[in-house]
């Protein structure tokens, strides 16, 4: 890749979504001139951090004519990552002390960060380029464009032509479910973490986590405030793992579940044998796109969305056609607005993409590395430790400045807390110099006027 000379281009763009990468492709767009059109099927902005207390009908998501709901948050969420390395770069997601109503918590509730968005929104006048309540339901080339069909909440269907669209909706809404021999003729009951919201349903009862990460930790722990006992089944455990975890006087950890009985217990893989209640399935998500008509040039199989250059731009329909946030396991508001500079700069031609032959190599080698390491396809767009490798590779594309030295600590440090202090890692920590280093960088690039009280003390 190399910048071209000038600009070149003022499209008229489509992005679908207006999630927190839906909100920062649309502003990099509109900085570059593009004009830009955001779909969005609910009714205000924020994507994933909008709560809502309704559930599906079907609590494992699997019937494909069920009502869907696209809020996957559960009340008790709070972030993964510490605020200050989460927001966009030159809007920091500090706490608003003159706003009694926030939570000034360094992991904060997700209403914390649906009001950042809100903020964002507001200070960049993104909601004019918003139409709520629009669902895309098609997308498909038409020539060397794209055309766009939606249906507005009246149920009226519109056709539009656009020059290029951006994909930006998100992939926490189509659960994936573990494969438990025996469940179908186990009489309990099952629900995916989508489904989850309070631990009420669970009072009194046994029930059985089916994933150890994030939202698994999250909710196994909820649970246990109200349920008799809490056992979670992990596959990244060796099979003869059990323990009591601390924290908790109900709460076990298991290796996976080796079955499921027609008499309501569950066998675990350590030969631990449970009556259960419940089954959660805290088991992640599906990307997703059922609007994306590309004559199966685009495909999602086990989770690897491809053929994609560096998880944004598929080869042959480059650069119309890109992807925003579809990495994980990374610094997700920062990586979108990255992602989003690299689209829009593309876009107005002041940044040139290889061939199509040369992307096309880069993804086929990218894919040979996946598989030499022995890492399932499922985890193509896992970025885990290459994630500042993978961000400054786009910050140098478009001249923006590297991840700085303390965010990436931040995150480092973040992750390995998680893995380790489950329990107490949002509320305890070993990093306040991380913290004072990342306020000093907001003052010395007048993003804030003035140092938090508290790292003056």
């Known amino acids: 890749m190399a910048p071209a000379c000038t600009r070149i281009n003022s499209l008229h763009v489509a992005v679908i979504g ?21 779909f969005e099927r609910g009714t205000q902005i924020g994507g994933l951090w909008v709560y809502t207390p309704q559930t599906e009908p079907d609590p494992l998501s699997l019937d494909p004519n069920r009502t869907i709901v696209h809020s996957s948050v559960y009340d008790s969420l709070r972030t993964n990552l510490p605020r200050e390395c989460m927001g966009y770069r030159d ?69 539009e032509i656009f020059d290029s669209v951006v994909v930006c909706n998100g992939h926490y809404t189509e659960p994936r479910v573990a494969h438990v021999p025996g469940i179908d003729s186990w009489p309990g009951k099952q629900i995916h973490s989508h489904n989850y919201r309070v631990p009420d349903p669970f009072k009194d009862q046994v029930v059985v986590v089916i994933g150890n990460f994030a939202s698994g930790s999250d909710i196994s722990r909820d649970i246990t405030g109200v349920a008799k006992e809490v056992h979670i089944a992990s596959r990244s455990n060796p099979s003869e793992t059990y323990e009591k975890l601390p924290g908790s006087n109900n709460l076990w950890l298991h290796s996976m579940i080796e079955s499921a ?11 631990k ?22 004559n199966s040039y685009i495909t999602v199989e086990d989770n690897c969305v491809g053929p994609l250059y560096k998880h944004v731009f598929p080869p042959a329909l ?34 040139t993409l290889p061939s199509e032959d040369k992307m096309m190599e880069d993804v086929t080698a990218f894919y040979a590395k996946r598989d030499a390491n022995k890492l399932p396809k499922r985890y193509t767009h896992r970025l885990g430790e290459c994630q500042v490798d993978y961000l400054n590779w786009i910050a140098e594309q478009v001249g923006a400045p590297p991840v700085e030295q303390w965010r990436a600590e931040e995150v480092h440090g973040g992750y390995l807390r998680l893995a380790t202090q489950s329990d107490t890692f949002r509320d305890k920590w070993d990093d306040d110099h991380l913290i004072l280093e990342a306020y000093e960088d907001f003052l010395r690039q007048k993003l804030i006027s003035v140092l938090p009280s508290h790292l003056l003390e």
Request: net charge neutral.
């Open 91 to 159: 809007f920091p997601f500090v706490p608003r002390d003159d706003d009694g109503s926030r939570d000034p918590r360094r992991y904060p509730s997700h209403s914390e960060v649906l009001a950042y968005l809100q903020d964002f929104a507001r200070e960049f006048k993104l909601e004019e380029m918003v139409r709520f309540e629009t669902e895309v339901v098609c997308v498909e080339p038409e020539g060397q464009k794209w055309e766009i069909r939606s249906k507005s909440s009246d149920g009226i269907f519109k056709d």
């Open 318 to 351: 480059a650069p119309t056609l890109s992807f925003i946030g579809l990495p994980w396991m990374t610094l997700q508001f920062f990586m979108f607005e990255l992602q989003s500079k690299w689209v829009a700069a593309v876009l107005s031609g002041r940044v």
């Open 18 to 38: 207006a999630g927190a990468a839906g909100l920062a492709a649309a502003r990099e767009l509109r900085r570059e001139s593009h004009s830009v059109v955001v």
């Open 273 to 294: 044998v449970v009556q259960a209640d419940t089954i959660v399935h805290c088991t992640g998500y599906k990307y997703h796109f059922p609007f994306l008509n590309t």
């Open 261 to 271: 009985r027609k008499d309501g217990s569950i066998i675990f893989k350590n030969g």
